[in-house]
């Protein structure tokens, strides 16, 4: 079993950043493939980014492209995604996942452990 806790949501200014951490539990973290998803009201959870095992691999979605860098620290069972040029639609829950294979790319589907999701709030 893995457990996810993420930590660093909160309010923040458009123009502003905000870093995401996300620590696991158990020592099988450096072999899983991780992701960032984030749910805004009334939307269906879309993907943000992922890290391959290794972090040789990222993906983003388009809407993040430039401005959001998922990393990992796997001697820290950690993963990051820092936010830069936030803007009002960021605005969501954040959630991170782990695929308990090497890479889970940007499929729902492929992730099977989930974090709580802190709240992300960007002000114009």
């Known amino acids: 079993q893995v457990q996810l806790v993420e930590s660093g949501g909160g309010l923040v200014q458009a123009g502003g950043s905000r870093r995401l951490s996300c620590a696991a539990s158990?020592?099988?973290?450096?072999?899983?493939?991780m992701g960032w998803f984030r749910q805004a009201p009334g939307k269906e959870r879309e993907f943000v980014a992922a890290?391959?095992?290794?972090?040789?691999?990222?993906d983003y979605a388009d809407s993040v492209k430039g401005r959001f860098t998922i990393s990992r620290d796997n001697a820290k069972n950690t993963v990051y995604l820092q936010m830069n040029s936030l803007k009002p639609e960021d605005t969501a829950v954040y959630y991170c996942?782990?695929?308990?294979?090497?890479?889970?790319?940007?499929?729902?589907?492929?992730?099977?452990?989930w974090g709580q999701g802190p709240q992300v709030t960007v002000s114009s």
């Open positions: 890290i391959s095992w290794s972090g040789g691999r990222k």
């Open positions: 158990g020592r099988t973290f450096s072999s899983f493939g």
């Open positions: 996942a782990a695929d308990r294979g090497y890479y889970g790319g940007s499929e729902i589907t492929s992730y099977t452990y």
